[in-house]
């Protein structure tokens, strides 16, 4: 392999990687704090527990995903030097923007909410889950802004041979930011519902002491599932508006049309292949819809067996499948990232730099010491909260040291 | 101004962030068993979650505001960077998750893990600073490197000294001898403040051209950012009376 497919291949492990992590954050942060809302306003403490539970699964995906975060934003500065300096001035901003508005304040504020437990007024406490909610969103918007400059360039002028910002308005307004970003956000509820309900079906099979606590988790696990699926592939079939002609072309698998996209391609930009590589992308796209209607499917059937209370407790199949369905939506949102980042290929800025040139001036030797040494850290990280989680989710509510009173924990 | 927003973030997370550094470094030392060093560890757990967010901010406002000294300064220091950031996420794994399994051998691992990543830190900003400052790399460099990475545990211990209580205190007190807690740590805060300006006046800080449009914003944001970091070390001021959630 030579440095670009060795810096390329470190981009899309830790990246995806790093998404597995964000996609369960962003739709666990919006449970939780949809459930301490609920808890802070009738005082039950079923609801106060599974606060304390679902948070307590909550942080130990969000702290190992910080780790996997550091590594992409170092990652363009190190491995892709040449598209820092050719358009960080225009996608920069946002990644400027994504860390002081968006990162800086979640990570301080979810400081506070998991030390001060106890320590602050309760509704202080439940503010503070949603400022770290609605952060972690608008960190997902700018990032998806970022992501959206790439995709489809606006709001820029070439400007003595790099980028330069001279529309603001139109970076933030690009289609293909806003509607990725609806889409990404739907996904990541799906995951947190599917997540949710899934937790809970193993207990409910394991003839848990905790019906309530559980058939209540599972019933709002479902019933944001269901809505997430519908609200996601909105956006999804929206998105396929702003898709790059020449991406549009390798989906249609339609050789007239892959042919037309390059040759328009060639005319534009000179010589050069400029279609994305086609089997891969098809792929990718596929698994994504076909996972997006089993997820539907079991979504909505699951709406209707929660309503009935003695299927909850005893439909052992049931809970099988909602279990087994925890990974499914991870699995469809890096199926949708490959079919979105190989589609944009051989553009690291669609039409305007091309990935062999975004490289920075590293050598293999280096490129394949950082690609070993991330992906080692990123495999320990993604074994280790698996194990955590799965370990954490098992023993139930009682083990539980979040905001626990009866640990000295939160006293200082 | 660009200057003036980047040398915030960055001398304010040498300052916040080289005292939780520190404390990782002088672990083995401040607390000789296992539950003393629960409590040392105590002393930073409320602030280092947002003491970090400083060095990402940093980053942030490089990509934003001097994109191009952005890919210069990392990928021009690839494998020392990627050295730093190992040694950080390594760092806050083993603060993470030490407290998540209750044996002794799973909490010493991943003490272990604090420890190394601290040190790791510490000396890739030592060679990376020395680099900056005085232009040397390789072997020689180990030199400048340590003298930055004492610099750290220094401050490290001195923070500590102004949070820990008995025992613990006085072993974070070795250093200081007879002056006064706070006075140390200033100290230790001032040299690295001024570590951090004279590698900044080495740089070639050129901002970008999207200043128009961030610098505005990032000062209207500033304060708000301070206040909510404010709240974090007023919420925590008093000095740890026991182990923490970590």
Redesign the interface.
Known sequence: MDTVDLARLQFALTAGAHFLFVALTLGLATLVAAIQTRATFSRDPVHLRMTRFWGQLYIINYAMGIATGLVMEFQLGLSWSGLTEYAGNVFGSALAIETLVAFFVESTFLGLWIFGWDRLNRWVHLALIWVVTLTAYASAFWIMVANGFLQQPAGHVVDGGVLRLVDFGALVANPAAQIAFGHVMGGAMITGGFFVAGVSAYHLRKRTAEQDFFRKSLRIGVWVALPATFFTVTFGGLGFQTLQPTKAAAWSDDAARMAAAQAEMVAAHGPGDYLPPVGPVLAAGITMMVLWLVMTVVAGLSCLLVLFRPVVRRFRLWHWLLTLMIPVPFVTMLAGWMFREMGRQPWAVYGLLKTADAMSPVSAGQMRLSLIAFTTVYAVLIVVNYRLLARQARRGPEATSLGAPAVPALSF | MEIFILAFFALGYLVLGGADIGVGMALPYLGRTATERREVI?AI???F??N??WL??T???????F??L??????GN??L??VL??A???R??GL??R??EPGARWQAFWDGAIVAGSWGLALSWGALLSHVLVGIQGPFAVLPAAVVAALFATHGLAFAALRLRGTLRERAAVLSGGAGEARTYALTAAVLLAVGVLAGLRLPLHP???GS??VP??LT?MP??AA??A??WW??R?R??????L
């Open positions: 105590a757990a409320p602030f979650l947002g970090e967010v990402v901010a980053a942030g406002v490089l990509a934003g505001l994109p191009e952005e890919g210069e300064l990392l990928s690839h494998t960077v990627v950031v190992l950080w996420a390594v806050d794994m993470w998750l407290g998540r970008g051209t999207s449009v961030l914003l990032i944001l708000l950012l909510a970091q709240w974090v919420m925590f008093h740890v009376t026991g182990p923490s959630y």
